[in-house]
Protein backbone atom coordinates (compact mmCIF):
# COMPACT_ATOMS: atom_id res chain seq x y z
CA UNK A 1 0.00 0.00 0.00
CA UNK A 2 1.36 3.49 -1.02
CA UNK A 3 1.38 6.13 1.50
CA UNK A 4 -1.14 8.65 2.44
CA UNK A 5 1.06 11.66 1.12
CA UNK A 6 1.76 9.82 -2.27
CA UNK A 7 -1.15 8.11 -2.86
CA UNK A 8 -2.37 9.61 -5.97
CA UNK A 9 0.64 8.91 -7.60
CA UNK A 10 2.86 6.26 -8.75
CA UNK A 11 6.56 5.76 -8.22
CA UNK A 12 9.00 7.87 -10.77
CA UNK A 13 12.47 7.58 -10.30
CA UNK A 14 12.41 11.11 -11.59
CA UNK A 15 10.38 13.06 -9.46
CA UNK A 16 11.83 11.11 -6.17
CA UNK A 17 15.20 12.12 -7.36
CA UNK A 18 14.52 15.79 -8.03
CA UNK A 19 11.81 15.43 -4.49
CA UNK A 20 15.57 14.56 -2.70
CA UNK A 21 18.07 16.48 -3.89
CA UNK A 22 15.47 19.77 -3.27
CA UNK A 23 15.11 18.59 0.52
CA UNK A 24 18.50 17.74 0.47
CA UNK A 25 19.82 21.24 -0.45
CA UNK A 26 17.63 22.69 2.41
CA UNK A 27 17.86 20.39 5.15
CA UNK A 28 21.76 20.85 4.59
CA UNK A 29 21.05 24.92 5.01
CA UNK A 30 19.73 24.04 8.24
CA UNK A 31 22.22 21.76 9.34
CA UNK A 32 24.31 24.56 9.15
CA UNK A 33 22.28 27.22 10.61
CA UNK A 34 21.83 24.54 13.43
CA UNK A 35 25.33 24.42 13.71
CA UNK A 36 25.78 27.76 13.72
CA UNK A 37 23.39 27.72 16.72
CA UNK A 38 25.14 25.25 18.90
CA UNK A 39 28.40 24.96 18.25
CA UNK A 40 29.00 27.33 20.47
CA UNK A 41 29.06 24.15 23.14
CA UNK A 42 31.98 22.74 22.26
CA UNK A 43 34.06 22.46 18.63
CA UNK A 44 34.48 19.32 16.97
CA UNK A 45 37.90 19.81 16.18
CA UNK A 46 41.41 20.37 17.51
CA UNK A 47 42.07 23.87 17.80
CA UNK A 48 43.28 25.04 14.44
CA UNK A 49 42.47 21.54 12.54
CA UNK A 50 40.11 22.38 9.35
CA UNK A 51 37.05 20.94 9.27
CA UNK A 52 36.36 17.51 6.82
CA UNK A 53 34.57 19.30 3.91
CA UNK A 54 37.38 21.56 3.46
CA UNK A 55 39.90 18.70 4.09
CA UNK A 56 38.48 16.79 1.28
CA UNK A 57 37.71 20.10 -1.48
CA UNK A 58 41.23 21.03 -0.89
CA UNK A 59 42.56 17.29 -1.70
CA UNK A 60 40.26 17.65 -4.75
CA UNK A 61 41.75 20.70 -5.89
CA UNK A 62 45.52 19.78 -5.51
CA UNK A 63 44.54 16.29 -6.67
CA UNK A 64 42.24 17.25 -9.95
CA UNK A 65 43.40 20.99 -10.33
CA UNK A 66 46.78 20.96 -9.15
CA UNK A 67 45.60 24.05 -6.83
CA UNK A 68 46.01 24.89 -3.23
CA UNK A 69 42.93 26.86 -2.34
CA UNK A 70 43.30 30.19 -0.60
CA UNK A 71 41.37 30.88 2.88
CA UNK A 72 38.76 31.89 1.02
CA UNK A 73 38.59 29.45 -1.53
CA UNK A 74 38.47 27.02 1.11
CA UNK A 75 35.29 28.19 2.76
CA UNK A 76 33.51 28.38 -0.33
CA UNK A 77 34.73 24.90 -1.70
CA UNK A 78 34.06 23.35 2.22
CA UNK A 79 30.12 24.87 1.69
CA UNK A 80 30.04 23.16 -1.59
CA UNK A 81 31.38 19.95 -0.98
CA UNK A 82 28.47 19.44 2.19
CA UNK A 83 25.74 21.11 0.11
CA UNK A 84 26.85 18.58 -2.80
CA UNK A 85 27.29 15.42 -0.45
CA UNK A 86 23.67 16.32 1.62
CA UNK A 87 21.98 16.63 -1.79
CA UNK A 88 23.50 13.60 -3.44
CA UNK A 89 22.46 11.13 0.07
CA UNK A 90 18.91 12.93 -0.06
CA UNK A 91 18.42 12.37 -3.91
CA UNK A 92 19.12 8.78 -3.55
CA UNK A 93 16.45 8.84 -0.64
CA UNK A 94 14.03 10.49 -2.80
CA UNK A 95 14.41 7.47 -5.21
CA UNK A 96 14.42 4.62 -2.78
CA UNK A 97 11.59 5.71 -0.94
CA UNK A 98 9.73 6.01 -4.01
CA UNK A 99 9.89 2.24 -4.71
CA UNK A 100 10.17 0.88 -1.20
CA UNK A 101 7.36 2.03 1.26
CA UNK A 102 9.57 1.14 4.28
CA UNK A 103 11.92 3.49 3.48
CA UNK A 104 9.57 6.29 4.43
CA UNK A 105 9.04 5.29 8.33
CA UNK A 106 9.85 7.54 10.98
CA UNK A 107 9.57 11.02 9.20
CA UNK A 108 13.60 10.72 7.52
CA UNK A 109 15.05 10.16 11.26
CA UNK A 110 16.17 6.54 9.88
CA UNK A 111 17.51 8.51 6.89
CA UNK A 112 19.25 10.84 8.86
CA UNK A 113 20.92 7.86 11.41
CA UNK A 114 22.36 5.92 8.67
CA UNK A 115 23.82 9.56 7.18
CA UNK A 116 25.25 10.52 10.21
CA UNK A 117 26.41 6.33 10.64
CA UNK A 118 27.69 6.17 6.88
CA UNK A 119 29.65 9.38 6.47
CA UNK A 120 30.30 11.03 10.12
CA UNK A 121 31.00 7.49 12.02
CA UNK A 122 32.74 5.30 9.61
CA UNK A 123 33.61 6.93 5.72
CA UNK A 124 35.14 10.63 7.03
CA UNK A 125 37.50 8.99 9.60
CA UNK A 126 38.51 5.91 7.67
CA UNK A 127 39.22 8.45 4.87
CA UNK A 128 41.15 10.29 7.60
CA UNK A 129 39.65 13.47 7.05
CA UNK A 130 38.87 13.93 10.87
CA UNK A 131 39.29 12.03 13.57
CA UNK A 132 36.99 8.99 15.10
CA UNK A 133 34.16 10.11 17.22
CA UNK A 134 35.37 8.22 20.19
CA UNK A 135 37.82 10.77 20.52
CA UNK A 136 35.53 13.66 20.37
CA UNK A 137 33.59 15.17 23.38
CA UNK A 138 30.27 13.61 23.77
CA UNK A 139 28.46 17.08 23.26
CA UNK A 140 30.23 17.91 19.99
CA UNK A 141 28.63 14.02 19.04
CA UNK A 142 25.60 15.24 20.81
CA UNK A 143 25.64 18.22 18.43
CA UNK A 144 26.61 15.93 15.00
CA UNK A 145 23.77 13.83 16.08
CA UNK A 146 21.17 16.01 16.39
CA UNK A 147 22.34 17.91 13.09
CA UNK A 148 21.54 14.93 11.51
CA UNK A 149 18.49 13.81 12.64
CA UNK A 150 17.13 17.41 11.73
CA UNK A 151 18.93 16.98 8.03
CA UNK A 152 16.85 13.47 7.50
CA UNK A 153 13.49 14.93 8.93
CA UNK A 154 13.41 18.12 7.18
CA UNK A 155 14.33 15.93 3.73
CA UNK A 156 11.46 13.62 4.25
CA UNK A 157 9.21 17.11 5.22
CA UNK A 158 10.07 18.28 1.76
CA UNK A 159 10.42 15.54 0.05
CA UNK A 160 6.57 14.61 0.80
CA UNK A 161 5.45 17.62 0.48
CA UNK A 162 6.77 18.17 -2.85
CA UNK A 163 5.76 14.54 -3.99
CA UNK A 164 2.43 15.47 -2.27
CA UNK A 165 1.67 18.59 -4.22
CA UNK A 166 4.24 20.20 -6.69
CA UNK A 167 5.51 16.70 -8.36
CA UNK A 168 2.82 14.47 -8.37
Given at each position: MRAETQSTSEPNLWKGLLAGASGGLIASFAMNEFYSLV?????????GEEDS????????????????????????AGRT???????????AYGVLVEFWDAARQGWGLSFGV??????HVITVPALRLSQPITRNAAGSEAVEGAAHLIYGAVVEGLRRSLRSHALR
Open positions: LRVESNSEPTIKLASGISEIVFDHVLTPDQKAIVHYAFGMTMAAAVWLGA
